[in-house]
């Protein structure tokens, strides 16, 4: 099965540490649904045979567009894919978008998994990273959501400057009391493009040692895999039978075509990205022109690479599926490489995977530069 991303590239405002493609400009979503229709009419023609199980609406801040909206989305993509009936179908979105929203109206609209950017449960911390809502506001959305969606997940940002464990484990708990299922916890990167990076390079804010992070990462993992979440990628936990089954796409090497401006998609070892402008998506789609700005047919190698590089920081190296892929044996090809990991005790293996344990999982970067 394969999956469908649409990047929605709308937001009320940009948060200081964000550097996803998104505009501020509101009007023009019924132009963008336009084009959008036309990008999946024009991939349906190319891919209309392939079935997916998995629709993810990602920002941007999906949820700005009415719920009337994401139904005419939703019903288009059935019209024109094998979209499953049971199929997985995420939105982000930001709890102040549900001031005056009902979040029953994208239940009946067809979106069936929720994922809020709460980022924190400290007030002065989500006032740090310039988001509009408060903690209690966050709360109680999510209760209200967990009224009507069975599949709910919450982001949460830690290593913020001078933050301590103490006010991660207020964060954590307060996810985990929620009983929510899905809780993925990102440390705050500073991408070149933001203003939190400019505050880094005028030395207004101090980033965190890679040891604090690591102890962070170390406390994060820790507390949530005791409290009954699986840890299934690095940054990724969920309770039994709640994995992201869109996210899993990504990590397990799937197919998937990314719709909208910015997307990337992946399909049998080509690879491509559109246009990180929407204008030029707009005029280009009008054309009936595909706004692809970038096209890659992978090597065998790059191939090789790219699944040892999301195994490994997800499930683990599957040797049945790597072998059909590769045509190599997994263990002897990287016996070496297996052996030391295994001897510093930063692995498992079984006998049909390989994977990286928790001690692993936070140093999985170097790991993966080291040996692989």
Known sequence: MSGIYIHIPFCNRRCNYCDFYLITNLNVTDKFLISLKKEISLYASLYGKMRFDSVYFGGGTPSVLSH???????DFLHENFDLCKDSEISMEANPEDFREKNLNDYRAAGINRISFGVQSFIDSELKFLTRQHTSD????????????FDNVNLDIIYSLPSQTLKDIDISLSEAIDLKVNHISAYTLTYEERTPLYKSLQKNLVTKNTDSKEGDFYNFVSGKLSSSGYYHYEVSNFAKEGFQCKHNLKYWEYGNYIGFGPSSHSMVNGVRWNNFRDIIKYNNMLSENSL????????????????????????????????NKNFGNSFSSEFSDSINNLLK????????????????GYS????ILAKYF
């Open 363 to 366: 140093i999985a970067d170097e």
């Open 68 to 74: 009337t909206k994401f139904k005419e989305i939703i």
């Open 291 to 322: 706004p692809v700005e970038e096209k890659t047919v992978l090597s065998s190698e790059q191939k090789k690479f790219e699944y040892l590089m999301l195994a490994l920081r997800s499930t683990g190296v599957d040797f049945e599926k790597y």
């Open 344 to 359: 510093f005790g930063l692995a498992e293996i079984t006998d049909r995977k390989f994977y990286l344990n928790e001690k």
């Open 137 to 148: 506001e966050a709360v109680k959305v999510i209760k209200d959501a967990l009224k009507y």
